[in-house]
């Protein structure tokens, strides 16, 4: 999603992120929370959030993305969350 605003500046999604460390496994454990600020009435479409990971991740599990659809893409080092309807 790409929007060019200048004044009244009111962001259309909140993402709430909480990351865990745990440097004993080599691990980190992210748990990520999108919500929509707009109305009911108005939704967006092809939404995807993109959520980069340190480039020598060497394993992503990721358990219930909820709504959407959620894949580790290596080549990009990300997590790319895809939602058609959001």
């Given at each position: 999603m790409t929007y060019r605003i200048s004044e009244n500046?009111?962001?259309?999604?909140?993402i709430v992120p909480v990351v865990q460390e745990y440097p004993e496994q080599c691990k980190i454990e992210l748990s990520i929370r999108l919500k929509a600020i707009f109305e009911e009435t108005n939704y967006g479409t092809n939404v995807v959030m993109k959520i980069p990971v340190p480039a020598n991740t060497a394993l992503v599990r990721i358990f219930s993305s909820g709504n959407g659809k959620a894949v580790y893409e290596p080549d990009s080092a990300a997590i790319m969350w895809r939602f058609k309807r959001f």
């Open positions: 500046i009111n962001l259309p999604f909140k």
